[in-house]
């Protein structure tokens, strides 16, 4: 059973900073495409970021050059390291797992708030 939990979430300032972490188990971490999504009220569930198992990561164009995914394989963990937040980025934050396969799961997602 996979299980993710996301943590890193909260309240900041625009122009702050913020690191999600994703910690995995239950699987074989290394295998799977790691993806952080958003979904901000009222609005469909985004594609943030995402690392393949050999670290290739894309970006939305929305967070390029503000946002940097990256992972640790020996400890399951998927951080999501956020830069130059606007308030446009305040959304809640899910953590997706997707096996080669194409099985995917997801987090409980964190709360990210970008405002004064």
């Known amino acids: 059973q996979v299980q993710l939990v996301e943590s890193g979430g909260g309240l900041v300032q625009p122009g702050g900073s913020l690191r999600l972490s994703c910690a995995a188990s239950?699987?074989?971490?290394?295998?799977?495409?790691v993806g952080w999504y958003r979904q901000a009220p009222g609005k469909q569930r985004d594609m943030v970021a995402s690392i393949t198992g050999a670290g290739n990561t894309i970006y939305a164009d929305s967070v390029k050059g503000r946002f940097a995914i990256s992972r640790d394989n020996a400890k399951n963990v998927v951080y999501l390291q956020m830069d130059s937040l606007k308030p446009e980025d305040t959304a809640v934050y899910y953590c997706?797992?997707?096996?080669?396969?194409?099985?995917?799961?997801w987090g409980q997602g964190t709360q990210v708030t970008v405002g004064s």
């Open positions: 997706n797992l997707l096996s080669p396969s194409g099985t995917d799961f």
């Open positions: 239950g699987t074989l971490f290394w295998l799977y495409t």
